[in-house]
Structure formats: structure tokens, C-alpha cells
């Protein structure tokens, strides 16, 4: 299997609203088996070789579609990521949620998980995360 290596970083903030949604809630459980915790963990790609992992992830997979149930919202994309718990916590299932909007930055990786992962990971912005791809 694939594994890339991010950087942490905080975003604008706008997920959690989104993340927060009962019909955005509902579909991620039922796509994914787990009640995601309502705000995403953004990495951008460590390395060159972390870029061409994603950038093969993307284009060899379709991931599972997101299709929203309310007008306004936008279409995702969800890829299963095991992420590696390098700090003794243990690895956490997740899931790479893409908004399938136009110009979305192809080195923004948005991670959902059941858990807030800066927290339960015991890391910050400027830290490494390592997913491992399971599509």
C-alpha cells in the first residue's frame, strides 16, 4: 500500500460547519463505518515523492463519491487512509474528504477521523503525519 508524509496546517475553518451537517454526518458514517468528528486535519505533501504519491492516489482511484442531499453544498470525494499514530497513540482509520470544487489546491489534503486528531495524536501545525492509502 501507498503512504505519503504531510505537514499539519490550519486552514480558514470553514469545515467544521460543514463536517457539523447531520446529512454530511450521516453519509460519512455510513460510507466510512465511523461518526466523524466534525472538523477536518489539513496536510500539504511533505516531499516530491509524497506529491507523486497523492497525485497517483487521485488519478488511479475515484474514491467514494459524496454526493450532497441539499442544494448550495458541493459534491466530495472520500479515499480510506490509515493514519500512522508515530507518537505511540496508534494508528486511526480515516479518510481524505475532497471538495470536488473548481480551482480546490491540489496539495490540500483535507483527513477526516472519529477523533480530533491534533489531540488525540498529541500534534500541531509544522508536525508530520503519515497516511497510509487503503483505495
Known amino acids: 500500500m501507498a503512504r505519503m508524509t504531510g505537514v499539519i496546517f490550519s ?3 470553514r469545515a467544521s ?5 447531520d446529512w454530511v454526518q450521516l453519509a460519512l ?3 466510512l463505518g465511523f461518526a466523524a468528528f466534525p472538523a ?10 509524497d506529491t507523486e504519491s497523492w497525485r ?17 453544498f458541493c459534491a466530495a470525494r472520500l479515499y480510506a487512509v490509515e493514519i500512522l499514530g508515530e507518537t505511540g497513540a496508534g494508528n486511526i482509520a480515516g479518510a481524505i474528504l475532497i471538495p470536488e470544487v473548481k480551482d480546490y489546491p491540489s496539495d490540500k489534503i483535507e483527513i477526516v477521523a472519529p477523533v ?16 497510509e492509502f487503503l483505495t
Do not use: Y
Open 40 to 49: 477536518t486535519l489539513n496536510i500539504r505533501p511533505q516531499a516530491a515523492e
Open 116 to 131: 480530533r486528531l491534533k489531540d488525540h495524536l498529541g500534534v500541531r501545525d509544522g508536525d508530520a503525519l503519515t497516511l
Open 29 to 31: 458514517k455510513q460510507s
Open 56 to 72: 497517483r492516489l487521485r488519478t488511479e482511484s475515484a474514491g467514494v463519491p459524496l454526493a450532497p442531499v441539499r442544494s448550495g
Open 11 to 13: 486552514d480558514l475553518g
Open 17 to 21: 460547519s460543514f463536517m457539523s451537517l
